[in-house]
């Protein structure tokens, strides 16, 4: 038996920044209110191969793919250390219009020749999205800075291939 599994996640957003709160001191804040589209899609290949008693061939193969259109909003903090030296955290919710597609292709082959059972199914449902992101960031020249930090990301409401394999594959 194999199992593989892929995911692919592309994102675009365009926000208003509006800066609330003082300016001049060494923490800046900010509020967002925007558009995001995301793009998220799952490819699951499943293959078993048995001997006996007759040698078969079981392939399963599921692809889903999420379109996400939604509204989001959030916030900014940022603490200058220095000028060369700052810190930041942002944080956006969203909800999303999922326009979500599935297509599964199960495979039998045996000795008597190779079956097929195609399936699909297109669903608009509704997504829930978050994203937190903390950095760091150092100015090393007038020119160059570096950026390192974390970013968590968690949607719910997707079409996941996993989720889409048929238990009864009899049917």
Known sequence: ASLSISSHLQSIELNYRRRI????????????????????RELLDFVTIADAPVATTNAVN???QNHLLGLQAG????????DK??????IKVGLYQNSATQTTLYQV???AGLTNFPSSAHRGSV????????SAHA????NLSMHLGYQLLAIDGLALARDNVQENLAL
Do not use: H, K, Q
Not at 75 to 82: D, K, N, P, Q, T
Not at 139 to 142: A, E, F, K, P
């Open 21 to 40: 709160g003082l300016i001049c001191g060494p923490l800046e804040t900010s509020l967002l209110f925007g558009a995001r589209y995301f793009n998220v």
């Open 75 to 82: 916030g900014l903090a940022a603490y200058r250390v220095s």
């Open 139 to 142: 100015r090393l020249t007038r």
């Open 62 to 64: 599921v692809r889903t």
């Open 127 to 134: 997504a829930v999205a978050g994203d937190f992101d903390f």
């Open 85 to 90: 030296m700052w810190f930041e955290s942002d």
């Open 109 to 111: 082959t045996t000795p």
